[in-house]
């Protein structure tokens, strides 16, 4: 058979470009999957090149590793070093300066056989006593206040209340004095007295601020009332408690300088040493004690805001 006759056996492609015979008069090469004209060993039978972009783009991306995320992610070195480090030089320079200081025989007096370390443990004893007492009251009660049962007491507890914090701090340990006598009990009951007010109101809105969907939704999957206030609403809440705990215990700080007039002690006894009888030393070291110590009881409550959070609570940065 010559060159001619073998031209005129192949058929001849159409104004399409199909070439008459092809399976589907597509031009699709047989014998490849599909019958496409895929070339087969390509990913994903596509017909790209090894290397070529189209392979890139078919490959699956690969999710990046990312950091892990610090479980406390607003506790910085800063606030843990910062205020610790101001209180101690603080501190350590009021100590240096009483080293050098010329006391006369009743500074001396007032300061010597430990008693400002008496004073000091005096006072951290009224504060911590105090705060507890006033954990152990408000918070039990802001629940009972916001069930159903008990929502028609809330005004006449709430202008209790107020009451003993708009009263003077000291008029209210003085008609405790004259009606339970001269001790730390009177001073304990005016402290608790005073402090009531920002852990019970916190408590309050905590626990109304709860979304009532997210409420209903509990109580959907079964859970029973003490669930509900125990596993959703009290977390939710713990933010506001926490912020009015803080709020109580730095006053507490504050009000215990009184507890000296009703024979409670505490650091107030420094201070009114210092002014009844006109000794600037003692009344410094008092009065820079009971500063140092309220900054350290905030900055404290301040770390146990972040790590008792919930985590769940803490928002994405």
């Not at 990913?43 to 990312?66: F, L, N, Q, S």
């Not at 200081?101 to 504060?127: C, F, K, R």
């Not at 408000?138 to 009451?163: D, H, K, Y």
């Not at 009263?167 to 209210?172: E, K, M």
Request: glycine share 12%; charged share 10%; aromatic share 4%.
């Amino acid at each position: 058979m010559t060159a001619s006759e073998v031209d005129a056996t192949v058929p001849a492609p159409d104004e399409t470009g199909a070439v008459p015979g092809a399976p589907g008069g597509t031009g699709a090469v047989p014998g490849t999957p599909g019958g496409t004209g895929a070339v087969p060993g390509t990913p994903g039978g596509t017909g790209a090149v090894p290397g070529t972009p189209e392979e890139m783009r078919a490959v699956p991306a690969v999710p990046e590793k990312t950091a892990c995320a610090s479980p406390f992610p607003r506790l910085t070195w800063q606030k843990l070093t910062l205020l610790p480090t101001v209180l101690i030089v603080v501190l350590l320079s009021t100590w240096l300066w009483f080293r050098q200081a010329e006391l006369d025989a009743i500074s001396e007096n007032a300061l010597s056989n430990g008693q400002v370390w008496q004073a000091l443990w005096q006072h951290i004893e009224l504060t911590v006593i105090s705060t507890a007492l006033v954990l152990v009251i408000a918070i039990p009660l802001g629940v009972l206040l916001t069930r159903p049962a008990f929502r028609r007491a809330t005004p006449v507890v709430m202008t209790i209340a107020n009451a003993g914090q708009a009263t003077p701090a000291i008029g209210l340990l003085a008609l405790l004095v004259i009606w339970l006598g001269i001790g730390r009990t009177a001073a304990l009951i005016g402290i608790v007295a005073y402090a009531v007010l920002p852990v019970l109101s916190n408590t309050m809105a905590g626990l109304k601020a709860n979304d009532p969907t997210l409420l209903e939704a509990a109580r959907g999957i079964g859970m029973s009332p003490a669930g509900v206030l125990t596993r959703v609403e009290l977390p939710l809440a713990v933010p506001l408690i926490l912020a009015g705990v803080r709020t109580a215990l730095v006053l507490n700080v504050g009000t215990a300088t009184l507890a000296t007039f009703g024979g409670g002690g505490g650091l107030g006894v420094l201070i009114t040493t210092g002014i009844t009888n006109q000794r600037m030393p003692v009344l410094v070291l008092g009065s820079l004690l009971t500063v140092a110590l309220a900054l350290l009881v905030d900055w404290l409550a301040s770390l146990a805001e972040l790590l008792l959070r919930p985590r769940g609570l803490e928002a994405e940065t």
